[in-house]
């Protein structure tokens, strides 16, 4: 306990990134002038889970996701359109489409009094950077890092040596890192030798091996960490 500094995840964290991608898939997949989307959608966030899984073990760049989904969608489909326009609308509904999830700027907002906050997300830069922008969330964080901007993302370390660079190296037993995801979130910041709250509100069952030092199933249980 004492924590003074936060490092926050947005995807499935703050944001509710399933309403976002499902918004944008559809206007994604309207615009190539196809009209029933919810027919490809199951293959879409198979594909999507599988490169953003590659870029977690370092074999794939973010920006290369971009298209490459969409490259194996239209593929294994046999759909007639153009995956490059395709990855085009999709990253501009990402960026315009989806809202935090209910409290949860309540509790940035109660935590960036008592603590420093950062954001560190693995995702693209024009998709993360417009939807900072239009949720109007950029003033909570004294960091925010972007792993398509840095060349590096969770669970690597070199993503947590921007961020504590940036943050001017606060001691390591008073940072603590908070988000959904095991494989990112909590392997690196378990790895990085800092604790971890894992963000858990399906309340899914610990299936690999890390042990995340905290787990929270609502984000206003992160007030407790501050003495709220
Ligand atoms: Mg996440």
Known sequence: MGYTTFLLDLDHTLLDSD????????????SAGINDPDTYVDVYRKINL???A???????????????????????????????????????????N????????????????????ALVTNGLSEVQRARIKRLDIEQYFDSIIISAEIGAAKPGTKIFDIVFS??????????LMV??????????????????????PKRRQLDIDLEP????????????FVGL
């Open 179 to 200: 988000g959904d995801s095991l494989s990112s979130d909590i392997r690196g910041g378990q790895k990085y030798g800092i604790a971890t709250c894992w963000y858990n």
């Open 19 to 30: 309403r976002s991608e499902s918004l944008a898939f559809d206007y994604t997949m309207r």
């Open 213 to 224: 030092k905290y787990e929270i199933s609502d984000l206003y249980e992160l007030l407790k």
């Open 166 to 175: 940036e943050l001017g190296s606060p001691p390591r037993n008073e940072v």
């Open 98 to 117: 989806g809202s935090l999830y209910p409290g949860a700027r309540d509790v940035l907002d109660q935590l960036s009094e008592t603590a420093r906050l």
């Open 50 to 52: 599988e490169l953003w």
């Open 54 to 96: 590659r870029v977690e073990q370092g074999e794939l760049r973010p920006q290369e996701v971009r298209t490459l989904r969409f490259e194996r969608l239209v593929e294994q489909k046999k759909i007639k359109a153009d995956p490059l326009q395709m990855a085009e609308d999709f990253v501009e509904g990402l960026g315009s």
